[in-house]
């Protein structure tokens, strides 16, 4: 059977499709990087919740003021004035 491509232009694809799949692993690696960075930074986040760092400052206060803008919205959003 006799090869669809001449060699010269098969080596130039397998060439170019290997250059393509390490671009793509380079970008998976770099997105897998940042995926994991966000994960340790909110696994810190929830750390210092659940040991009350935050107890010293007005997060507290913060949270409730933004709580009730959230829940004054979503009123707003679901029941429309007439």
Do not use: W
């Not at 770099?30 to 340790?40: T, V």
């Amino acid at each position: 059977m006799e090869p669809k491509l001449p060699l010269k232009e098969l080596l130039k694809q397998m060439n170019s499709a290997v250059e393509d799949l390490d671009a793509e692993f380079n970008a998976l690696d770099g997105e897998c990087d940042r995926m994991l960075e966000e994960l340790k930074s909110t696994i810190g986040d929830l750390s210092d919740l659940r040991y009350g760092k935050f107890a010293a400052s007005d997060t507290d206060a913060r949270i409730v003021r933004d709580l009730e803008n959230l829940h004054d919205t979503c009123e707003r959003a679901l029941n429309p004035p007439s």
